[in-house]
């Protein structure tokens, strides 16, 4: 599975977005470290604190069915087909950071530019549970 790829099915799951409030349609492809791939969309919510991102609701679905090594994580929007990337939301950075440092985060447009970095690059001087399991 390569970038392009993994974008591609990230556009794609961009079709069950439930977005009502902002209208802005939001697709996210993880990829496990053996392979298998979890989608995910934005779900929102009146109350729209209830909102789910794309890129949470893939991650809910891979760790609740006991897939935790994550390779990657694809993500497009409404803007990708302006060939304009679109990078997780700041509570998105943390949870994927929770499930490792080096998840590669893939943006961009699946037909046009597409953009590669890792999740600890888009965090700068991150916090993990190593930061505080340590004090004792
Ligand atoms: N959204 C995502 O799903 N992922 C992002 O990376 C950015 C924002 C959603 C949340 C909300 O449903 C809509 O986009 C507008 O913020």
Do not use: W
Not at 32 to 49: I, P, R
Not at 67 to 81: H, K, M, P, V, Y
Not at 84 to 107: D, K, M, S
Not at 112 to 133: A, M, Q, S, V, W
């Amino acid at each position: 599975m390569n970038n392009k790829q993994l974008l591609k099915i990230a556009e794609d799951a961009r079709q069950y977005s439930y977005s009502p409030y902002s209208n802005f349609k939001v697709g996210a492809a993880l990829l496990t470290k053996d392979g298998k791939v979890y989608t995910g969309c934005n779900v929102e919510c009146a109350s729209l604190g209830g909102t789910n991102c794309a890129e949470r609701t893939a991650i809910f679905k891979a760790i609740s069915e006991g897939d935790n090594q994550i390779d990657a994580i694809a993500i497009a929007s409404d803007n990708s087909e302006k060939n304009e990337p679109t990078y997780p939301c700041g509570i998105c950075r943390q949870v994927i950071l929770e499930f490792g440092i080096n998840i590669r985060i893939i943006t961009g447009y699946s037909e046009g530019d597409i953009y590669e970095c890792e999740i600890k690059d888009l965090i700068p001087h991150y916090f993990t549970g190593n930061d505080f399991r340590e004090i004792k």
